[in-house]
């Protein structure tokens, strides 16, 4: 575990097939959601998960992650 500020480059980071981001986004505008939906897609393996809070989408925000829902889990999934 490591402290990272969501607005700012994720230097170093590597890549995770699954990222937790929860009651986050909710707290910025949608251009600040772009970027940090962007920097966290950039660190998603192929197919890899990013779980939300809630209240919380990516819907309209970002074209490339895969709004899935399945038995009331509501996920995204980076395109292979």
């Known amino acids: 575990f ?3 500020n969501l607005l700012e480059p994720f230097l170093g980071m590597g ?3 699954l990222i ?3 009651y986050v986004l909710i707290y910025q505008d949608n251009e600040r959601r ?3 939906l962007k920097r966290l897609e950039k660190c998603l393996q192929p197919n890899g998960l990013l779980i939300l809070g809630a ?3 990516a819907l ?3 074209d ?3 709004h899935k829902n399945e038995n009331n889990v509501v996920y995204y999934q980076r395109a292979p």
Do not use: A, D, N, P
Request: proline fraction near 0%; include cysteine; charge should be positive.
């Open 15 to 17: 890549m995770f097939h």
């Open 2 to 4: 490591q402290k990272q």
């Open 34 to 36: 772009k970027q940090i």
């Open 55 to 57: 209240s919380e989408s």
């Open 64 to 66: 490339t992650l895969m």
């Open 20 to 22: 937790f981001c929860r």
């Open 60 to 62: 309209g925000v970002s």
